[in-house]
């Protein structure tokens, strides 16, 4: 990846109000923040994020994913604890 793509560089943009912008692409696997990196990654042309459509599915995808498994991790918990 020489360059990011135009949503890559709009995603950058806006992720945590612009902090990771600097972040080039040689540096993405070494940014220290693997939540960007995979956002990146997720919205590469290569992989046929081709449209701000496709790239708010993948970040929206993503993040009910995310949810899910919070809630099961929260609900296992909770079962442990009740039942000791």
């Known amino acids: 990846m020489s360059d990011f793509s135009p949503i890559q560089k709009r ?6 109000n ?8 040689s540096e993405l696997h ?4 693997t939540l960007f990196t995979f956002l990146m990654l997720e919205c590469t ?6 449209s ?8 929206q995808s ?8 919070g809630y099961d991790l929260s609900f296992q ?4 604890r009740a039942t000791g």
């Not at 995603?11 to 945590?16: E, I």
């Open 45 to 50: 042309e290569g992989e046929g994020c081709d």
């Open 77 to 80: 918990r909770a079962f442990e």
């Open 11 to 16: 995603v950058a943009k806006l992720y945590c």
């Open 30 to 33: 070494d940014c220290g923040d």
């Open 52 to 59: 701000i459509d496709v790239a708010l599915y993948r970040i």
């Open 18 to 25: 612009g902090d990771m912008q600097h972040v080039a692409p």
């Open 62 to 69: 993503a993040a009910e994913q995310l949810s899910s498994l």
